[in-house]
C-alpha cells in the first residue's frame, strides 16, 4: 500500500522528479485522501508576484487539495537553475532544515498526505554540512525512486537505492520513467526488478500532450 507521506528522489536532475511527484498527489487523491504537494528547496526560479517562484512548485501546488502560501510549500526558492547549496551562497541564505521541518509540519495539519520533492539526486549539497539525504531522514519519510530509463541508470538507481538503505530509510518503491524511447527498457527495468527489494509502483511512457502519471502508476503495488 502506498504511504500516505512520501519523500520523491532520483537518480540525478532532470528525470522527471515532478512528472511523478504531480502523478502521485493524483494517485493519493483518487484513494480518497487530501494531498498536497511540497518542493522545499527549488533552483532556477523567476520574480512572480513579489517573490521568486518554480514551475515544479506551481505545478505540485495545481494540483493539490489546499490552498497553502507559496513560501510554506517552497520555502527555499533561488534565481539559478543550479546546485541548491551553490545557489544559496550566491544569496547569502543557509538553507536550514529545522525551518524546512517546521513548514512540513505545518502543510501536514492541513492534509491526509503529503507528496515532497526534492531536488536533484539522493546526495546534492543544499549546506555546507548537509545533503537532500538528510532532509528525508530530518522530515523521516518513505522514498520513492525516480528512475530514468536511459544507458547507466542501472548504476545510478542502484547506487541511490543503497545509499537510501545506509541512511536507515525505507524505499517505498521507484518509478521507471521513459524520458524517450529507450530500445533496451524492457530489459533494464526487468534488471532493476530483480535487484531492487521494494515495489515497482510504475513504469511510465513517454508521455504525450494530455497525458498524465498517475494512469501509470499503482497505489497497491
Known amino acids: 500500500m502506498m504511504p500516505n507521506h ?27 485522501l487530501k494531498t498536497v504537494g511540497m ?12 517573490e521568486w517562484r ?7 501546488m ?3 487539495d489546499v490552498s ?7 520555502p527555499y526558492a533561488f534565481e539559478p537553475a543550479i546546485a541548491p547549496h551553490i545557489a544559496a551562497k550566491q544569496a547569502e541564505v543557509s538553507i536550514c532544515l529545522n525551518t524546512i521541518k517546521k513548514c512540513y ?3 501536514k495539519q492541513q492534509a491526509e498526505a503529503v507528496v515532497v520533492e526534492g531536488a536533484g539526486g539522493w546526495l546534492v549539497p543544499i549546506n555546507d554540512d548537509e545533503t537532500m539525504a538528510d532532509l528525508a531522514h530530518k522530515l523521516d519519510l518513505p522514498v520513492v525512486l525516480v528512475v530514468a530509463v536511459k544507458l547507466g541508470c542501472i548504476n545510478h538507481a542502484l ?3 543503497e545509499a537510501i538503505q545506509q541512511k536507515g530509510l525505507k524505499l517505498a518503491g521507484w518509478v521507471a520513467n521513459h524520458l524517450d524511447h529507450q530500445s533496451e527498457s524492457d530489459e533494464i527495468i526487468e534488471t532493476l526488478k530483480q535487484r531492487i527489494d521494494a515495489p ?14 498517475d494512469a501509470f502508476l499503482q497505489g497497491n503495488p
Open 68 to 74: 497553502l502560501p507559496y513560501t510554506m510549500v517552497n
Open 6 to 32: 512520501v519523500f520523491v528522489t532520483g537518480t540525478d536532475t532532470e528525470v522527471g522528479k515532478t512528472c511523478i511527484s504531480v502523478g502521485l498527489i493524483a494517485l493519493l487523491q483518487q484513494q480518497g
Open 105 to 107: 509540519q505545518q502543510i
Open 62 to 64: 495545481a494540483q493539490s
Open 159 to 161: 547506487l541511490t537505492v
Open 200 to 213: 515497482c509502483i510504475g513504469v511510465v511512457p513517454c508521455l504525450e500532450n494530455g497525458q498524465t502519471a
Open 39 to 50: 518542493k522545499p528547496i527549488a533552483s532556477g526560479c523567476d520574480w512572480r508576484e513579489g
Open 54 to 60: 518554480n514551475d515544479d512548485a506551481l505545478a505540485m
